[in-house]
């Protein structure tokens, strides 16, 4: 066989594995294909002898394989978004076999086909997905976060400080320093108690409603673990200040600007504490503005956060 002929064959084996893939997770296409009264020009492009392929399979196999995809990519939204779920569980196997329809899934490793999904939810035009409740979308996305901070992490910065210790003396001495927020965080706000709706069951998720939106700072530490911070409005417009080019001098005078009041001491000794903390929890690193900074903060070990 030359090497024409190869390329050509397999380029007609690929086209075919695509469909068999579709075969499987896409039921009215199934049923198109199946249908002896089909005029098969209108069958995806496929060539007869490709039909013929796909209707000599074992049925029955076929239906229980499609079940076992279905069956695991349900257990895969499910693992990756539990409270989501728990929300719009019974609106997800409608979501799935539209998701089917629209697009054949080309990785169904799990993180891929949660991630497919959420996208398709939150992304895409399907009327099912746009009739989910904002505060459903909202879960959701949230939970596409946390999963994203897990397994695709950002490189973390080269040069900042990570030492809550250093953080508090260069402010309590007066000098300056640039706050740099971990490249692995997320600030984010949700229409659910979170607590309150993992500990419920699946039955009783009318309750999980939260009063007022959640405000939540996700950060990943340098272990790979991801950390979630409740925060009030304040807290979160400060963090959201805090853009790593901003010093902490400017930072005040950008919150007390927000905040329509005079900067003072008062003011500036809440920022110091929030910064501190945010640095004791991994959420934050600092840059020096200067060599007399560093010198002052002993200049401890790197951010690796």
């Known amino acids: 066989m030359g090497v024409e002929s190869t390329s050509t064959h397999l380029h007609w084996e690929a086209r075919f594995q695509d469909a068999y893939a579709r075969f499987l997770t896409d039921s009215d296409f199934r049923k198109l294909v199946l249908n002896p009264s089909a ?83 939150l992304n895409g035009d399907d009327a099912h997905a746009r009739s989910l409740p904002d505060a459903a979308l909202g879960l959701l996305r949230y939970e596409l976060i946390l999963l994203n901070l897990r397994v695709r992490p950002q490189r973390p ?21 640039v706050p740099v927020l971990n490249r692995n965080h997320a600030l984010l706000a949700v229409d659910y108690d979170l607590e309150t709706l993992r500990d419920l069951d699946l039955d009783v998720t009318s309750l999980a409603a939260a009063e007022a939106t959640m405000i939540v700072l996700l950060h990943r530490d340098e272990n790979g673990v991801v950390h979630e911070k409740s925060l009030n409005q304040a807290s979160a417009a400060a963090i959201l200040m805090i853009d790593g080019t901003r010093t902490f001098r400017a930072l005040v005078a950008a919150y007390a600007a927000w905040l329509d009041r005079a900067s003072d001491a008062s003011l500036e000794e809440g920022l110091k504490e929030l910064c501190v903390n945010l640095c004791a929890c991994g959420a934050l690193c600092f840059e020096p503005v200067s060599a007399e900074t560093c010198e002052h903060a002993g200049r401890p070990t790197q951010c690796r956060a």
Not at 86 to 94: H, N
Not at 100 to 106: G, P, S
Not at 157 to 177: E, F, K, N, R, T
């Open 39 to 121: 005029d098969d020009d209108m069958v995806a492009d496929l060539s007869r002898a490709d039909l013929d392929r796909l209707r000599a399979m074992d049925q029955g196999r076929v239906e229980l394989f499609a079940g076992c995809l279905f069956t695991n990519r349900m257990a895969a939204i499910a693992e990756a978004f539990p409270l989501s779920f728990k929300v719009i569980g019974s609106a997800v196997p409608g979501l799935v076999r539209a998701l089917d329809r629209r697009d054949v899934a080309t990785d169904t490793r799990k993180y891929a086909e949660a991630v497919r999904f959420a996208d398709f939810v």
């Open 157 to 177: 910065a080269d040069s900042a400080i990570h030492s809550d210790d250093a953080l508090h003396q260069a402010l309590s001495q007066d000098c300056d320093v």
